[in-house]
């Protein structure tokens, strides 16, 4: 079996279906960080024994790693220059793109452990090592990247929990359609019917990070 190296893919279009290119890491991190949010406002009350809070809203989802370029020969695949395979990084990730008027939307990929659509955030660079001339030759990059939600998984995430409402659910890794379909309508049963209209062919192998659908039940 094949090494997989996390790959960060570009796209101009909040769809995700205008792919521009994408950018290889040379060595995969040795971990990554997925981090959840939820907020919450606090009812603060004069001469109580405690506080209540109310819901406020879900943060969007992030993803933190770090990743080592190295030029000194002893890494592979070798790279000819630290310098350049940093902007090759940020042309994809980081840099304003003219035609959309903002950085590039993202989908980071490695194999089936993450797959996730973004945006970078921040990027800090720690050269470490250099030639007699100063020339880095090995830089470690930490990147952090914010999950992108469109304005209508906005609003379908938005609606309430009821079987008789169309949901939008995000499918992550391990899940399955009887599954989804379980915490959805409270029965399997429905899978095929929401299979058939998402237009899955193959819904036994869903993608994490794609979006489906879940009509609601008649009465």
């Excluded at 009812?43 to 989802?61: C, L, Q, S």
């Excluded at 009821?162 to 959805?184: E, K, N, Q, W």
Aim: neutral net charge; charged residues 15%; glycine residues 6%.
């Amino acid at each position: 079996m094949s090494l997989k190296k996390l790959t960060v893919v570009a796209y101009a279009d909040n769809a995700f279906t205008q792919k521009l290119g994408s950018y290889t890491l040379q060595l995969n991190p040795e971990s990554y960080q997925h981090q959840h949010a939820t907020q919450y406002t606090r009812n603060d009350a004069t001469d109580a024994a405690g506080v209540t809070t109310k819901f406020y809203t879900i943060d969007p989802e992030t993803f933190s790693c770090s990743f080592y370029l190295d030029a000194s020969g002893a890494a592979q695949p070798a790279i000819s220059s630290v310098a350049t395979e940093i902007a090759n990084f940020k042309s994809v990730a980081y840099n304003y793109n003219g035609s959309i008027h903002s950085p590039n939307y993202l989908e980071l990929v490695w194999g089936s452990g993450a797959q996730f659509y973004c945006r970078l955030t921040s990027l800090d660079i720690d050269y470490e090592m250099f030639r007699s001339d100063g020339t880095p030759i090995r830089a470690k990059l930490t990147a952090k990247f914010e999950q992108y939600l469109s304005p209508n998984q906005i609003e379908q995430m938005a609606k309430k929990s009821s079987p008789d409402l169309t949901h939008a659910r995000t499918v992550l890794a391990g899940d399955t359609l009887p599954a989804m379909c379980a915490r959805i309508y409270g029965d399997t049963k429905y899978y095929l019917g929401v299979a058939a209209y998402n237009g899955l062919a193959h819904f036994r192998q869903l993608r994490p990070g794609t979006t489906i659908l879940f009509p609601p039940l008649e009465k």
